[in-house]
């Protein structure tokens, strides 16, 4: 035993109990009369992640890329919705559809830029192409679509202000390549307005991902009610029969798609979709949906009901974008909506007996 001049300041240690009849003395528990029970030697699952920090970085997306998807297809139906008024004769609904759409592209395409931070980084995007990247397809068909729709727009504006625009010789060239531009909008319309679901279900994020085969087809649905619904607004009732149609239409497919969609993905996934604000959001597309397509098929000639009803279509459009994106940033937060549908996936492939996929499953 060694002893030191600091063993004055050492606290007394405990008296150690020995055996007792050779046996070293247990605590008795409650309940237990002998060692043969079962105890519970690993705590319940809680599902964390190394430091607390989520296993799926959220991506750092607000109200500008939300309002951007929005945008993006209100313009995308509406450049299809103009081309069909455009072969049919209807000027007053190509041209408010044109408009539209060129508005929409404009300030999606703002927004998108403030969520960049600065313009050349849009810039950067089209400095090359990668056909495997949604982003970068998406940047091409965002940026065609916007000169198509541009100088269709411009030929609108020209005849609106009684040929006052300073275009000089041009007027004639753009009097030739409209039809051509609109015509080549029409068919950048439905890549614009499913290029962002592309976008975000081919990410690690849960929600999104899990939805990756039917996002699209909701997106194109809301484009088409929102399109629909912006006409019925800006446009008189004498023309907006293709109008109500395809509000219609994209009504009846965004709520088939969506209840397919929400069928064909992992249960665990879908709750971001059901529960709290981007809950209430997709709850509010339905209603406002249902609200406004009933009102398109049944009040649609009746100039204020069919305002009215395209309010609520585009209100409908809205809710369905800011809660998908909205329920993607949820899930990925919470390592649950990543730990969980994992387990699924590979309970599911065991039970198939394939065992030779991954580590996890080998033999």
Request: aromatic share 6%.
């Amino acid at each position: 035993m060694t002893v030191s001049d600091f063993d004055q300041f050492r606290p007394p240690e405990p008296e150690r109990r020995g055996r007792r009849f050779g046996k070293l003395r247990r605590k008795k528990r409650p309940g237990r009369t002998d060692g043969t029970a079962e105890m519970l030697m690993v705590p319940e699952v809680e599902f964390t992640s190394y430091y607390g920090r989520a296993i799926v970085k959220p991506p750092p997306w607000g109200p500008e890329i939300a309002a951007y998807l929005f945008l993006g297809g209100v313009a995308g139906g509406s450049g299809l919705l103009a081309y069909g008024a455009q072969l049919t004769g209807r000027e007053l609904l190509c041209r408010n559809a044109r408009l539209g759409a060129m508005a929409a592209v404009g300030i999606g395409g703002a927004a998108l830029v403030k969520d960049l931070g600065r313009p050349d980084r849009f810039y950067n995007m089209l400095r090359t192409i990668k056909l495997t990247s949604p982003m970068s397809v998406g940047s091409w068909i965002l940026a065609a679509y916007s000169g198509g729709m541009g100088l269709a727009a411009a030929s609108e504006v020209d005849r609106l202000t009684g040929g006052r625009l300073p275009l000089g010789p041009l007027r004639r060239g753009l009097t030739v390549v409209e039809p051509v531009a609109g015509a080549a909008s029409a068919l950048l319309s439905p890549p614009l307005a499913a290029y962002t679901a592309v976008l975000l279900s081919d990410t690690a994020n849960p929600t999104w991902n899990a939805a990756h085969r039917d996002l699209p087809f909701v997106f194109v649905s809301s484009a088409s009610l929102a399109a629909g619904g912006l006409a019925m607004v800006t446009t008189p009732t004498r023309e907006t029969g293709p109008a109500r149609a395809l509000a219609v239409m994209g009504v009846a497919g965004d709520l088939f798609a969506t209840r397919y969609m929400e069928s064909r993905m992992d249960p665990v996934t879908v709750e971001p979709l059901h529960q709290g604000r981007p809950g209430t959001l997709m709850r509010w597309s339905e209603r406002l949906a249902v609200a406004g397509g009933l009102g398109a098929l049944l009040l649609g000639r009746n100039r204020v009901a069919a305002a009215v009803s395209g309010v609520a279509l585009l209100g409908a459009s809205a809710c369905t974008r800011f809660g998908v994106l909205e329920a993607g940033i949820a899930s990925a937060k919470d390592p649950r909506y990543t730990v969980v549908p994992q387990r699924n996936r590979l309970n599911k492939r065991r039970a198939e007996g394939i065992t030779d996929d991954s580590i996890t499953t080998a033999n």
